[in-house]
């Protein structure tokens, strides 16, 4: 944990560990922590900070002219600065295909989030139009799916802040469409948090990363649909699906199971493949001290406060 001239305040996430700088500016550094069904797991992942943080600087450089966005730079491998904004207590999840939570709501009701589903889908299918399906942001225990006219209601939202904060989803879910379709990649769903600060919306946080998107491989795809094959996914639900398996859902006296060296460095693998599929470049570990990440933090703090 750093310390900082005029910090104001101190926020660790599941993932990241937020500093707030006289108020105004958002220091996030991305650890190499893992969650899924909203634990923090037992052992750190190899590098998983530096993709978390690379994909989501160069998502939110190549989807700026959509939204305005919180980033102003990046300055160490696993950090980002930034506006701080007053959040929205909500996550906009954009779904593109049915899978995940979506298909094991699909079991018994055909509806989510006051979306209707259409009848006839199978696993993975492809929604006729992506679906928006919102939950509140929980900053302690599990998310919970919520309506739009719920939102609205209980004031998470006005309705012409909800129908910007769609408006914005949908186009940034597109352009992740379009990113990963030209990578050889479908992105199947994913989640955008926004906030404001006066009367701007602002997109938050990481976007299009693999804790927050699931990708498939677009090759063999629409044959592994017609096949009945399970899909090839880039992303963390291969974690989620290992926890499934060891009896563990994040329910209440469940144990998180042991996590071997060998599955350590598999999803270490995992990450770092998605980075190259999906930015395109090799992906090149870099491993600096704390007080070099400190250092770097000052300078580019100083350049903007």
Not at 66 to 83: D, F, M
Request: some cysteine; overall charge negative; proline content about 4%.
């Amino acid at each position: 944990m750093f310390s900082f001239p005029n910090q104001s305040s101190f926020y660790k996430g599941k993932v990241r560990d937020v500093y707030t700088i006289n108020n105004s500016t958002l220091v996030m550094v991305a650890s190499n922590r893992i969650s899924a069904f909203d634990v923090i797991l037992s052992r750190e992942i190899p590098y998983k900070g530096q993709v978390l943080n690379q994909i989501a600087a160069w998502m939110l450089d190549v989807t700026k002219d959509i939204c305005p966005n919180w980033l102003l730079s990046s300055p160490a491998p696993t950090v980002s600065i930034g506006k701080k904004c007053k959040p929205f207590a909500i996550e906009m999840v954009v779904r593109g295909n049915l899978v995940g939570h979506a298909w094991r709501t699909y079991q018994t009701q055909k509806h989510l989030c006051g979306v209707e589903m259409p009848n006839g889908m199978k696993e993975n299918d492809f929604f006729p139009n992506p679906i928006i399906t919102p939950s509140t942001k929980a900053h302690e225990g599990h998310d919970e799916d919520i309506t739009a006219d719920e939102i609205i209601s209980r004031g998470l939202a006005t309705a012409e802040e909800w129908k910007i904060l769609c408006n914005y989803a949908q186009a940034l879910f597109a352009r992740g469409q379009s990113i990963a379709a030209s990578r050889g990649l479908i992105l199947a769903d994913t989640k955008y948090e926004f906030g404001k600060i006066d009367d701007t919306i602002y997109l938050m946080d990481e976007i299009h990363t693999p804790d927050s998107s699931r990708y498939f491989y677009l090759d063999g795809f629409v044959e592994r649909q017609i096949s009945g094959e399970r899909q090839l996914q880039l992303s963390k639900e291969f974690v989620r699906e290992w926890l499934i398996a060891n009896n563990f859902m994040g329910k209440e006296g469940q144990t998180v199971p042991e996590m071997s060296d060998d599955w350590i460095n598999t999803i270490s693998g995992r990450y770092i493949d998605l980075y190259e599929k999906l930015i395109g470049e090799k992906f090149i570990p870099q491993s600096i001290s704390d007080d070099e990440t400190y250092q770097l933090i000052l300078e580019s703090v100083n350049t903007i406060v």
